[in-house]
């Protein structure tokens, strides 16, 4: 196997040790690459049927594109799509800094989604290089009372043994593509020819390179019009992919005060 073929069999390995564990499974879409790539990975696992539903917590700020490739995907790829709105601002934490506070909707939203469906585990796309709060996460990542995250607490993992025996009632997170990279998320999506949403390719010199909500995430300066183009890129930039977000240059723990209260 080649590189992509390892991190390929070790994501679906994880999926089906998270379907074969847990009865009431979910996996979250937020419509980017990385998600997308978990779509992927998921019908393979499954031979072309994902056997669980997809969130999508809307905070009704996302860019046309995305939305527009929401309602296309679902339907061509067949899934078992669940929307819920995210709250108002007004009802999330004012000691947030703004850009956290409105990411933060998300959260309450998932919360209320775990509740609503008693979901026992919640399938993931965060990957360990994406931010440094991140990469203190586990493949299978229990949760305390209301899917609070203590990074301080989680069990080890040595050698790709993940722990699946958790107590009764534990909240679990599941990363399968935390062992992934960007660079990993784009030669994948090159070779499978997985389809994104068009903002990720630039125009008039800018292009994203993380999707959020409109009024919290910005374009980054890149002419990389085609999939070739952003790998050629990113093998050379040292510009953070996450850079185009607000909530990443706010006040210092902004970042991993939402991952503590169970962001995603």
């Given at each position: 196997?080649?590189?992509?073929?390892?991190?390929?069999?070790?994501?679906?390995?994880?999926?089906?040790?998270?379907?074969?564990?847990?009865?009431?499974?979910?996996?979250?879409?937020?419509?980017?690459?990385?998600?997308?790539?978990?779509?992927?990975?998921?019908?393979?696992?499954?031979?072309?049927?994902?056997?669980?539903?997809?969130?999508?917590c809307d905070t009704g700020k996302k860019f046309p594109e995305m939305y527009e490739f929401r309602d296309r995907y679902r339907q061509e790829w067949e899934l078992n799509l669940v929307v819920r709105d995210?709250?108002?601002?007004?009802?999330?934490?004012?000691?947030?800094?703004?850009?956290?506070?409105?990411?933060?909707?998300?959260?309450?939203?998932?919360?209320?989604?775990?509740?609503?469906?008693?979901?026992?585990?919640?399938?993931?796309?965060?990957?360990?290089?994406?931010?440094?709060?991140?990469?203190?996460?586990?493949?299978?990542?229990?949760?305390?009372?209301?899917?609070?995250?203590?990074?301080?607490?989680?069990?080890?993992?040595?050698?790709?043994?993940?722990?699946?025996?958790?107590?009764?009632?534990?909240?679990?997170?599941?990363?399968?593509?935390?062992?992934?990279?960007?660079?990993?998320?784009?030669?994948?999506?090159?070779?499978?020819?997985?389809?994104?949403?068009?903002?990720?390719?630039?125009?008039?010199?800018?292009?994203?390179?993380?999707?959020?909500?409109?009024?919290?995430?910005?374009?980054?300066?890149?002419?990389?019009?085609?999939?070739?183009?952003?790998?050629?890129?990113?093998?050379?930039?040292?510009?953070?992919?996450?850079?185009?977000?607000?909530?990443?240059?706010?006040?210092?723990?902004?970042?991993?005060?939402?991952?503590?209260?169970?962001?995603?």
């Open positions: 196997m080649d590189h992509l073929d390892a991190l390929e069999s070790q994501s679906i390995y994880i999926f089906r040790e998270a379907f074969n564990r847990f009865d009431r499974l979910a996996m979250l879409w937020s419509l980017g690459k990385d998600s997308n790539v978990m779509i992927w990975l998921a019908r393979k696992a499954f031979f072309g049927h994902i056997p669980f539903p997809l969130l999508f995210c709250p108002p601002i007004e009802e999330i934490d004012a000691t947030l800094p703004p850009a956290a506070r409105s990411a933060a909707r998300k959260t309450e939203a998932l919360k209320r989604a775990i509740a609503e469906f008693d979901f026992q585990a919640v399938v993931a796309g965060i990957r360990r290089d994406e931010e440094p709060t991140r990469a203190k996460e586990r493949v299978f990542s229990p949760r305390g009372v209301d899917a609070a995250w203590n990074f301080k607490d989680q069990p080890p993992e040595f050698w790709d043994q993940y722990n699946t025996d958790f107590a009764p009632g534990t909240h679990v997170r599941i990363h399968p593509i935390l062992h992934w990279t960007e660079l990993d998320i784009w030669r994948y999506i090159q070779r499978e020819k997985i389809p994104v949403v068009p903002l990720y390719f630039s125009k008039n010199g800018k292009r994203y390179r993380s999707l959020g909500d409109t009024d919290i995430t910005h374009p980054v300066a890149s002419e990389a019009a085609t999939i070739e183009e952003i790998i050629a890129e990113l093998e050379q930039t040292r510009v953070p992919e996450r850079s185009g977000r607000a909530m990443d240059t706010e006040t210092e723990d902004a970042f991993e005060r939402l991952r503590t209260a169970g962001y995603m």
